[in-house]
């Protein structure tokens, strides 16, 4: 799908709105004009537009996110592919990202417990 949509920045498999009661479609997949900052790939062509960008003192998705404000050379917005459903889970307190933030890894771990996890039970029945 990459490929063949050069409009196609990322694709990601974490949603940042998967609380239980929003995602309850496992097989749907939206596209956003945002950087999903969670779990996500790139093609190495998009990592070539981000390099200009990319500074070592940096966290690593301010780069990301400013070449994704570019437009393609058509002049269309750039955007990120993501599920109704996440497929993965983040919570950790060792990484760059996370020095930068201010928040505890206890309180992560409550923020993620309300989100839907693909193959996982969640409050609305979904898997």
Same mark, same amino acid.
């Given at each position: 799908?990459? +490929?063949? @949509?050069p *409009?196609?920045?990322?694709a &990601?498999?974490y949603?940042?709105?998967?609380?239980?009661?929003?995602?309850?479609d !496992?097989? $749907?997949?939206? $596209? !956003?004009e945002?950087f =999903?900052?969670l779990?996500? =790939?790139? *093609? +190495?062509?998009?990592? $070539?537009? #981000?390099? /200009?960008?990319?500074?070592?003192?940096?966290?690593? @998705?301010? /780069?990301? #996110? $400013? #070449? =994704?404000?570019?437009?393609t050379?058509?002049g269309?917005? +750039?955007?990120?592919?993501? /599920?109704?459903v996440a497929?993965?889970?983040?919570?950790?307190d060792?990484?760059t =990202? +996370?020095? #930068?933030l201010?928040? *505890?890894?206890a309180a992560q771990q409550?923020w993620? @417990?309300q989100m839907a996890?693909? !193959?996982?039970? &969640?409050?609305?029945g979904?898997s």
């Open positions: 799908l990459m +490929r063949s @949509d *409009s196609i920045f990322c &990601s498999g949603n940042d709105n998967g609380f239980e009661a929003n995602a309850v !496992g097989a $749907r997949v939206w $596209r !956003g945002h =999903m900052a779990g996500w =790939m790139l *093609s +190495r062509e998009t990592l $070539r537009l #981000a390099a /200009p960008f990319w500074k070592m003192d940096q966290v690593w @998705d301010v /780069p990301l #996110a $400013r #070449a =994704m404000a570019h437009p050379p058509h269309e917005p +750039r955007a990120c592919i993501f /599920p109704e497929r993965t889970k983040h919570v950790g060792a990484s =990202m +996370r020095k #930068a201010t928040t *505890s890894a409550h993620y @417990d996890l693909h !193959g996982e039970e &969640s409050a609305a979904a």
